[in-house]
């Protein structure tokens, strides 16, 4: 627990020091380092904390998980996507469903919907959402102000794939839309994911967004996702996905000819077709809007297939312990030209 959640816990909990143990957190650090953490620094010069048994956390876990008590106060002094992440991977693996709900609900009537953690409020809404998908019975009106504001006045947040399904159900008609510009900021802090580029294009349809500036904006991203992917795509393609050829350039050297180096290459159009075949199946995974329309040729052009090339026969040369024969190594080598040929089918 960092030191702002354990100073937090300390007061959402009403913990009253009766020991005479210091409460402070780095008094409590230095001496649980000793037994149960190991104490880092990572890269980024940051001090990190890890349990020097897992077996430790199973221990806590079992101890509290019925103490739904202290378990809220814990995840309430953490106020994180990254605990709302872990306490959704417990719920019904080591916290049972009613006290899962209890901790989520409990959140949601202390969330500060004016809160500038934009990421932890949009976590929390899509898991009461997916709470009150069974009960219905769960009041919405801090949820529909959250987005009316977010509608609004823009802000930055990352949880695009969360947003989306938090409001997927709902029903905008109460809600004031004078334009779509919102749409803009989500754009804008989208990251190339998969899941990211659907949800965004399901906003179209949700708005029933017909901005020519904003559809252009979203057919930008969707196909810089797709030449991303496809990009990626063929750096994973490797010697056994092809099939090689042996070339050989010939030349004439005291009336005969001599071979001058060989070397291989990818069989002719095998490449082409696997950039082909990976756009296909990169685009088949995405729900496109009608609106969107993928840029095969630039994204196809896109591929250096010299490069590829280049890359995939140097690696099955080594793979196959090939040395380049050069005119220095083979220059008494000669063969009629017609008999070469013959060889090199």
């Not at 997927?168 to 008609?173: A, Y």
């Not at 070339?247 to 060989?262: A, R």
């Not at 994204?299 to 690696?315: F, G, P, Q, V």
């Amino acid at each position: 627990m960092r030191n702002d959640g354990y100073n937090k816990y300390i007061e959402v909990s009403g913990v009253k020091n009766d020991s005479h143990i210091s409460k402070e957190f780095d008094s409590i650090i230095e001496e649980v380092v000793r037994y149960f953490l190991n104490r880092s620094q990572n890269g980024y010069r940051k001090i990190e904390y890890t349990l020097f048994n897992p077996s430790i956390s199973d221990f806590v876990l079992n101890k509290y998980k019925n103490n739904s008590a202290i378990l809220k106060h814990v995840y309430l002094a953490l106020s994180s996507v990254e605990s709302l992440k872990e306490l959704r991977l417990l719920n019904g693996y080591g916290i049972n469903k009613s006290i899962y709900e209890e901790i989520i609900l409990f959140l949601y009537e202390q969330l500060d919907i004016e809160s500038e953690n934009i990421d932890y409020t949009i976590m929390l809404l899509d898991l009461v959402h997916f709470i009150n998908i069974r009960r219905d019975d769960i009041d919405t009106i801090k949820r529909n102000t959250f987005i009316q504001n977010m509608i609004n006045h823009p802000k930055d947040f990352t949880l695009i794939d969360e947003f989306v399904s938090m409001i997927c159900c709902i029903d905008f008609d109460d809600f004031e839309i004078d334009n779509h510009n919102f749409m803009f900021k989500i754009i804008e802090n989208a990251c190339l994911e998969e899941d990211v580029v659907n949800s965004i294009m399901k906003l179209i349809d949700i708005f029933y967004i017909t901005d020519a500036g904003i559809i252009k904006s979203i057919n930008e991203l969707v196909n810089k996702y797709v030449e991303q992917e496809l990009d990626g795509y063929m750096d994973d393609i490797g010697t056994s996905d092809v099939d090689f050829k042996e070339c050989v350039d010939v030349g004439f050297e005291d009336g005969s000819h001599t071979i001058l180096e060989k070397w291989y290459s990818v069989e002719d159009g095998q490449i082409e077709e696997l950039i082909y075949n990976g756009l296909d199946e990169i685009v088949k995974k995405l729900d496109l809007d009608k609106k969107i329309i993928i840029d095969r040729v630039r994204i196809t052009n896109s591929i250096n297939i010299d490069e590829i090339n280049e890359r995939l026969a140097e690696s099955y040369m080594n793979t196959n312990d090939y040395e380049p024969e050069h005119k220095d190594v083979i220059r008494n080598v000669v063969d009629s030209i017609d008999e070469l040929f013959e060889r090199s089918k």
